[in-house]
């Protein structure tokens, strides 16, 4: 199995937002139109797409994607994906690899709200991404328009005519209605928080950092390259609410010759400003988790040393290596 790796050419969105079309978090390909020669399912498989040469079953050569038969009448092909959360779309990529002369020429996404696993004939889809051309054997990342990124549950990937996807992201970020006082993640992606900017991502995305369920493998979190120079690797993190924080746990699941040999946490209620400025003003945030040691491939859960209600933390690590997961347990404010 290849392991996840983070591609330093990809688009901001990528590494801010999740992917809210990943099976781990609950997301299925639930319609598909035709998937004769590959399962739809395959499409969202977080691994990257591999090809096996020789490798064949008893609908033709075996692909690691979605792969529709070739079309003998007009119309096109189109899979219906039901995502993990509802969540504000930021970006897709319709990923190619390894596709060749079996791609489609052209794809576009709609997308739609609806409390129905599969939504009804007469859902109101909006056109998120209009017709726009593929190539074999690459990634396409687009950027969702603002003006048509509403609440979604559900998109279709439509595939002109007909053709072989690799698979398939739909990075976004939740927007849950959370309650004044609750008890929660404040950390959680699924909760709606999102990382503003790390300075190395060398190996993982940070944004790993913030997933809901335990890595499965090292390639599932954040890793840094190792550092040959004084300081330290960060990353800044929006919480989903303002909130307190009680909890700080920081999981290392996997890293054992590479974890992080210490962290610590800053924090700040920030109500203005640009992402660049944050960086910046990161350094000087007031310290809520004074530097602790870390041990490999275990869960350390550490009390705040400071109380105070934050919009945004910044997480440090001593001096560089890999941490899979951060929860920030604490309380919305009133």
Not at 63 to 91: N, P, Q, Y
Not at 123 to 149: C, F, S
Not at 195 to 203: D, F, G, S, T
Not at 291 to 311: G, I, N, Y
Request: proline letters at 7%.
């Amino acid at each position: 199995m290849a392991l996840p790796t983070f591609d330093p050419d990809a688009p901001a969105f990528t590494r801010t937002g999740i992917n809210l079309a990943d099976p781990r978090l609950g997301a299925q390909a639930i319609f598909a139109s035709d998937d004769f020669f590959a399962p739809m399912a395959r499409m969202l498989d977080p691994n990257p797409a591999v090809f096996i040469p020789g490798r064949y079953d008893d609908n033709g050569k075996w692909m690691d994607g979605w792969e529709s038969r070739r079309k003998r009448e007009t119309g096109h092909d189109f899979c219906i994906v039901k995502l993990g959360v509802a969540g504000e779309l930021t970006g897709v990529d319709i990923d190619t690899s390894h596709f060749t002369g079996n791609f489609p020429p052209a794809a576009s996404i709609d997308a739609c709200r609806c409390d129905d696993d599969m939504p009804p004939a007469d859902a109101k889809w909006t056109e998120v991404l209009p017709a726009t051309a593929l190539n074999g054997n690459a990634h396409h990342y687009h950027a969702i328009d603002p003006a048509t990124r509403g609440m979604y549950t559900h998109v279709r990937l439509n595939i002109y005519p007909d053709g072989g996807v690799a698979r398939f992201r739909v990075y976004g970020r939740p927007r849950p209605e959370l309650a004044p006082r609750a008890e929660l993640d404040l950390a959680s992606a699924m909760n709606g928080a999102r990382i503003v900017a790390a300075n190395n991502q060398h190996y993982g995305s940070a944004s790993n950092l913030l997933l809901p369920t335990r890595a499965a493998n090292m390639g599932e979190g954040w890793e840094t390259r190792r550092r040959r120079e004084p300081g330290c690797d960060w990353c800044i993190i929006e919480l989903a609410t303002p909130g307190e924080i009680s909890q700080v746990n920081v999981d290392t699941a996997h890293f054992k010759g590479n974890f992080a040999d210490r962290c610590s946490l800053q924090g700040a209620y920030v109500s203005a400003g640009t992402e660049e400025s944050l960086i910046t003003q990161s350094m000087f945030w007031p310290v809520l988790l004074d530097e602790q040691k870390l041990e490999m491939d275990r869960v350390h859960t550490f009390a705040p040393s400071r109380s105070m209600s934050v919009t945004h933390v910044r997480f440090n690590i001593l001096p560089d290596g890999g941490v899979s997961r951060l929860s920030l347990m604490g309380h919305t404010l009133t």
